[in-house]
């Protein structure tokens, strides 16, 4: 009778078992429609079963999108997942091709690294007149890989996806990949690269989620989305941008079949530039110290120059004579040691201060203002030559092929600046104080705000920095900051001009070189003996002679009292 209820009571715990186990799977199991975004949490140690149902019959294959903040989320066709049949990344995606008569379908979703993971994942459904993303992958893990793969660093973002393929009905063996190339074969798609920036300053998940929904079908990255570049399937399926830590840019590919004229999108990836990891220098913590201090400084100079460089000429030398030592020697650090990015910094610094002399003091001693002023015309005709080379024009073939034709371009238009200073020197340095000066404030509020303004001087600079540089797109986004900060640069710089010329319309010029005025007043107090001046003794003269009555002997006095009558 004992061992009759014992095993009865075995029979009801595996009963009770198994029914939590059907409610843990119904508890794990996310129904997905078309088209539409579903919010998903995987906990750790958790498998999610993402199912559709109901598929349509002319319905020939499925994409599985899911795209998390930062953190990794494993996608994969069985449920545990299994090399060469899942896939591992913030932004992952599988293909399914379906089979005849098949209306249900299940994919898996799950957390790699023992975390909860927060993501949002779409299925989108594609016909068998439309190209499959990525069924011609040589390269990647994934038999059928529609992803996007992003690799960056400080200077460049690099995208990379496998070639697609012709669509075909349910049950039918694909289009061989590369038996020929013909226009009934693959060789005939071409691939659209769009590019779709996420508001500035914003890392939250919201905004990237909002950013993913906009864009992960083809309507919507085409109606939001800038078309970079259009490859032919000949073309190297790889591009490369310019990168922006902090700045959140959504990278997609739109295949196209010219032929049937019908088209499939690959799984949108999104990137920061920057790591959400690091305690040190991650996204949430952007600007260095360092360098928010030396911007400041920097921005709180060229508020002065805006508005009274010219006043204070030897002032204004010394602040164009540091941002062009300063420059120079950080390109020069960079390129030549492996120093910490806070020791460049200074040493540049320190440089920049020893080029701010030497201009001051080239100037103190010859009096050469042209020579000067060629120098701060050369500032002016940089800064201009960025801003020409900052706008589309920069991104055209002729400059992306070849560094010579960009580096000729640039100093062209650098020296051709200064040579308007020849006829008009006075308001040639006035404007430079105004716009450079104006610009200096950008970059200062930069170093706390970002704004794209400060990628005018900083694409020269990361091309000076990087060998293969030339190849980047250099586009950024302009958004409201961007627009606010253009504002605050040409208010600033009007008001500082304007102000200087009004102020110095009555003056000289440019103030007189002290060691010249010296040298004529020495030559005046020589040859004039009226003036009083030309009695006095030289400043060595007067130094021995204070120095022979502090060791020479007192003479007696003589007589220590008074005369008597």
Not at 72 to 93: C, F, K
Not at 356 to 384: D, E, H, K, N, Q
Not at 530 to 555: K, N, T, Y
Request: net charge neutral; proline share 5%; aromatic share 12%.
């Amino acid at each position: 009778m004992q061992k009759e209820m014992s095993r009865w009571t075995w029979i009801l715990l595996l009963l009770l078992s198994s029914v939590c186990d059907v409610q843990a799977q119904v508890e794990n199991r996310v129904t997905f429609l078309p088209g539409t975004f579903q919010n998903v949490n995987i906990s750790r140690n958790e498998t999610v079963q993402a199912v559709v149902s109901r598929i349509p019959p002319e319905v020939a294959f499925i994409t599985l999108q899911f795209h998390t903040l930062y953190r990794n989320a494993t996608v994969s066709y069985t449920r545990v997942p299994d090399q060469g049949l899942s896939l591992t990344a913030a932004d992952s995606g599988l293909v399914s091709a379906l089979q005849p008569s098949q209306t249900l379908l299940s994919l898996f979703l799950s957390s790699p690294d023992e975390e909860t993971v927060s993501g949002t994942g779409v299925i989108l459904s594609f016909s068998s007149t439309e190209p499959v993303p990525g069924a011609c992958n040589t390269e990647f893990s994934l038999d059928v890989d529609p992803n996007v793969y992003i690799r960056y660093n400080l200077y460049e973002t690099v995208i990379r996806f496998a070639p697609a393929n012709l669509g075909n009905e349910r049950g039918q063996t694909p289009p061989a990949c590369d038996t020929s190339t013909g226009t009934s074969t693959r060789w005939r798609l071409h691939y659209d690269v769009y590019q779709y920036f996420l508001p500035e300053n914003d890392l939250s998940e919201r905004s990237l989620f909002a950013g993913i929904q906009a864009v992960a079908d083809i309507r919507g990255m085409m109606a939001s989305g800038r078309l970079v570049l259009t490859l032919k399937s000949t073309d190297k399926t790889t591009m490369v941008f310019s990168s922006i830590p902090g700045q959140g840019v959504i990278y997609s590919v739109i295949v196209r079949d010219p032929v049937l004229n019908t088209s499939a999108s690959y799984v949108p990836a999104h990137t920061y530039a920057c790591s959400f990891a690091s305690t040190l220098d991650g996204c949430q913590t952007l600007g260095k110290i360092s360098t928010k201090v030396f911007f400041t400084i920097t921005g709180l100079a060229g508020l002065f120059v805006c508005f009274f460089g010219h006043r204070f000429f030897k002032c204004e030398l010394f602040c164009m004579g540091f941002s062009f030592a300063a420059f120079f020697f950080f390109i020069l650090i960079t390129r030549t040691t492996q120093l910490d990015y806070d020791i460049r910094l200074a040493v540049s610094a320190v440089m920049g201060v020893v080029g701010g002399v030497t201009l001051v003091m080239s100037w103190w001693r010859f009096g050469s203002v042209m020579a000067c002023i060629v120098v701060v015309g050369l500032m002016l005709g940089f800064l201009v030559a960025s801003i020409v080379l900052f706008t589309p024009l920069g991104d055209l073939d002729v400059f992306r092929n070849s560094d010579v034709v960009f580096w000729m371009t640039f100093c062209c238009i650098m020296v051709l600046v200064p040579l308007f200073f020849v006829r008009w020197p006075r308001e040639g340095n006035i404007t430079t104080c105004g716009i450079v000066g104006a610009y200096a404030v950008v970059l200062a509020v930069n170093a706390y705000i970002y704004t794209s303004l400060s990628y005018i001087t900083l694409n020269i600079l990361k091309r000076f920095l990087n060998n293969n540089f030339s190849a980047v797109f250099t586009e950024v986004p302009f958004q409201t900051i961007d627009y606010a900060m253009i504002t605050v640069w040409a208010v600033l710089g009007v008001c500082g001009v304007v102000l200087q010329l009004y102020r110095e319309r009555s003056r000289p010029f440019f103030p007189p070189s002290p060691y010249l005025m010296w040298l004529q007043e020495r030559e005046r107090r020589k040859t004039n003996v009226l003036d009083p001046s030309h009695h006095v003794p030289s400043l060595p003269g007067r130094l021995v002679e204070r120095a022979r009555q502090l060791i020479r002997r007192r003479e007696p006095a003589g007589e220590h009292t008074p005369l008597l009558l």
